[in-house]
């Protein structure tokens, strides 16, 4: 049996990193491949040294006692990975992973999905970019991201050097096609893919990780705020637009990313579900009667549950990564930008028709692994 290594951004305190990662292990695996993920130990002293944002050790033991709802989430996770993820042992740095011997161990190295390659949050750390693997070894990407329209000149030769080495490419946007094929010159043939938690069906999901209801709401209709401000800032339009919809549904806002205090968020009261558990997470989306969101996969998993959806986006273009999806699932009428009029926002799209694109999809992509696991 042929083994995979995968490595990505997997220990962030967020549902869709985890997610990705599982997806692409339970994926791999269903094809008949050993699956491992790297444990790389990100962020590190180099990342540190870049500028990432170092924890202060009173700050990581605060949360290891989960007094706070984003503290039980993380804490939640982190129990999730270390029971699910076949991991590798712990590398610390890319001085350890260069002296591993990955050909003894492994026939295929991945670079997996989400923001692997967004420069502006790794600066451009080669691990992602497998510049520890020996000639000879295949390489490739499954869904990478570079969240962003292109390279900042500092960058472009690192990332030339190393992505010249893949054996093939599968990127999550457009932009990230244009990147490889016309800002890097690489000749390669670049497929963009779903992200792994659409290749993966909702039903799969739901049989993987079963719903649990979510015993504070008592099983009364919701809308559900997924929101993400570190990538861009929808606020305090989202707000407006959640208000909006609140009042025309007349139900709950459900918070499971994004829950801020009535005076900080136009008044509105929202139910924290910041620590929802992964059970609790498939629940929320499964009966989200909308999802209002600014997340990728907030928009990817509202998809795949054919939920009524608005996914907010940036309105200066540079990142492509929710209407890139949209647009090829056939959902573009969902695809709202920051200032939007909103009485002419209109969450429901054609489901059927995205349902049997997703399948579609799924059926193409999965169809690229196979051929280029080998």
């Not at 180099?46 to 989430?73: I, M, T």
């Not at 909006?244 to 009535?262: D, S």
């Not at 200066?316 to 929710?322: A, E, F, H, T, V």
């Not at 209109?346 to 080998?374: G, H, M, S, V």
């Amino acid at each position: 049996m042929k083994r995979v290594g995968v490595i990505t951004i997997y220990t962030e305190p967020n549902y869709g990193s985890v997610l990705q990662a599982y997806a692409t292990q339970m994926l791999l695996e269903q094809l008949g491949y050993q699956c491992w993920i790297i444990r790389y130990k990100y962020p590190n002293e180099w990342n540190y040294r870049q500028g990432y944002p170092r924890s202060s050790a009173l700050r990581l033991f605060v949360r290891s006692l989960g007094l706070k709802y984003y503290h039980r989430k993380a804490n939640r996770l982190k129990s999730f990975i270390k029971k699910r993820f076949h991991l590798t042992q712990e590398f610390k740095s890319l001085k350890a992973l260069e002296c591993y011997d990955w050909k003894a161990h492994f026939d295929v190295v991945a670079t997996g999905s989400d923001q692997v390659w967004n420069y502006r949050y790794l600066y451009a750390d080669s691990a992602f970019m497998l510049s520890f693997l020996p000639q000879g070894l295949r390489r490739i990407s499954i869904a990478s991201s570079f969240a962003c329209k292109e390279i900042i000149p500092q960058y472009l030769e690192k990332f030339r050097t190393y992505l010249s080495r893949y054996n093939a490419f599968s990127v999550r946007e457009a932009f990230g096609k244009v990147i490889l094929e016309k800002q890097l010159e690489l000749s390669r043939d670049v497929k963009v893919m779903l992200d792994p938690t659409l290749l993966l069906s909702g039903e799969q999901w739901l049989s993987i990780i079963p719903e649990r209801p979510v015993k504070r709401l008592k099983d009364k209709p919701f809308i559900l705020l997924y929101g993400l401000y570190y990538a861009f800032e929808p606020r305090p339009y989202i707000f407006d637009v959640l208000k909006h919809f609140q009042q025309r549904m007349q139900c709950p806002i459900v918070a499971l990313e994004g829950y801020m205090k009535p005076r900080m968020c136009n008044g509105l009261h929202m139910v924290d579900c910041t620590d929802a558990t992964l059970y609790e997470f498939m629940y929320l989306f499964h009966h989200a009667r909308l999802v209002i969101t600014s997340s990728f996969h907030g928009t990817a998993f509202a998809l795949n549950f054919s939920r009524p959806l608005i996914s907010i986006v940036p309105d200066n273009g540079i990142d492509d990564r929710l209407s890139s999806l949209l647009h090829v699932v056939g959902a573009e009428s969902s695809c709202i930008e920051v200032g939007t009029d909103i009485d002419i926002i209109r969450p429901d799209y054609d489901f059927a028709y995205t349902f049997a694109q997703l399948q579609k999809e799924r059926e193409e992509c999965i169809l690229w692994l196979k051929n280029n696991l080998k």
